[in-house]
């Protein structure tokens, strides 16, 4: 979702507050009692928002296709985006979720 906003293919929520959320960046989601919020409010806010379209194709989908190729997708992120770069930021301290 992060590069997709930096992109400007994905538009951040802005009717609601959201924790984990600050200036268009989303915030890191774990390490600490106020990251398992933002990480709670960022689970809700995709429960609701994964069949939103972006370049013909659901962000569920993007997600699966990120899985499945171990990488970020072009059409969404923008080349020369690092998927490890990302992650630290968003978690930092946990693996590459695309590394096994």
């Known amino acids: 979702m ?3 906003m930096n992109q400007g293919v994905i538009k951040p929520p802005t009717h609601l507050y959201q924790p984990f959320l600050r200036d268009g960046k989303i915030l890191p989601l774990s390490g600490s ?4 919020s ?3 409010s960022f689970d809700d806010w995709w429960s609701g928002n994964d069949v939103v379209v972006v ?3 659901e962000l569920s989908g993007w ?3 990120a899985t499945d190729h171990d990488t970020l ?3 969404v992120c923008g080349p020369g ?5 990302l992650v630290a ?8 979720p695309w590394k096994s």
């Open 81 to 85: 985006v690092s998927a490890a770069r």
């Open 73 to 75: 997708p072009k059409a």
């Open 63 to 65: 997600a699966a296709w």
């Open 33 to 36: 009692h106020a990251a398992n």
């Open 55 to 57: 370049r013909g194709k």
């Open 38 to 40: 933002r990480l709670a």
């Open 89 to 96: 930021q968003i978690f930092p301290g946990e693996p590459n």
């Open 2 to 4: 992060q590069c997709g």
